[in-house]
């Protein structure tokens, strides 16, 4: 049974530079959201997509998207990059949307640092 | 917004001692969470609380959901090397997004 995964791994991007990050949820599990850990923080919430549309948002600016597609999977995607958005960006997956983000599994997120 | 202050920041114990750390929230809470996060990896789900007052146990891992719906506490009994990471406890209340505190790291000597 696969567990959550997240591509790529690292990833280093220049200020301004576009970046996109993909989910692959749990097997059986059909709610990703998505987080952004900064160095030495909690997690972050950024937003939730469940039956392909975005259902939450945490207080981040519309240069950071998303998109979850057909078979379940989600891409990040974030526009202008920021120094301040380096960070380990972390998806999590559910069952059922909403509060099922309570028994969320997290996958081991993605490294990204703009220079 | 809700924000959640953890205790304390870090802690550096000797194996077999019991631990203890703590969250709280400048507001009520009806759901918190404990979540433990090693090097490389993702936070993993330790324990779950719903209830006020609510006292529940995970192995040697117990937290427990403050009366006052405004704090949560863990206790990990008898600590072993394993137990080393990052303690994160999370909150929400109604059907909003959680929010996580910044964590407790644990360092175990052997």
């Known amino acids: 049974d696969a567990g959550v995964t997240q591509s790529p791994t690292h990833l280093i991007k220049t200020r301004g530079q576009q970046v996109t990050l993909r989910c692959s949820p749990k097997s059986g599990h059909d709610t990703v959201s998505w987080y952004q850990q900064a160095l030495g923080q909690g997690p972050q919430f950024i937003f939730q997509y469940y039956e392909e549309e975005e259902r939450q948002r945490g207080n981040f600016p519309d240069r950071f998207s998303g998109h979850q597609f057909p078979n379940y999977s989600s891409e990040l995607n974030v526009n202008a990059l920021l120094l301040g958005d380096s960070a380990l960006y972390l998806c999590a997956s559910s069952l059922g949307g909403g509060a099922s983000t309570d028994t969320q599994y997290f996958g081991p997120g993605t490294r990204l640092t703009v220079l | 917004g809700q924000q959640l202050n953890q205790s304390p920041q870090s802690m550096f114990i000797q194996e077999g001692e019991d631990v203890s750390m703590n969250c709280t929230s400048s507001?009520?809470?009806?759901?918190w969470l404990w979540y433990k996060q090693d090097p490389g990896e993702g936070p993993v789900l330790l324990i779950a609380l719903y209830k006020a007052g609510e006292l529940t146990s995970n192995g040697r891992l117990t937290a427990q959901f403050g009366i006052t719906r405004k704090d949560s506490f863990l206790n990990i009994s008898a600590s072993i090397p394993s137990d080393v990471g990052i303690y994160f406890c999370a909150g929400r209340t109604g059907n909003t997004p959680l929010v996580f505190g910044k964590g407790t790291r644990l360092s175990v000597i052997a």
């Open positions: 507001s009520i809470f009806n759901t």
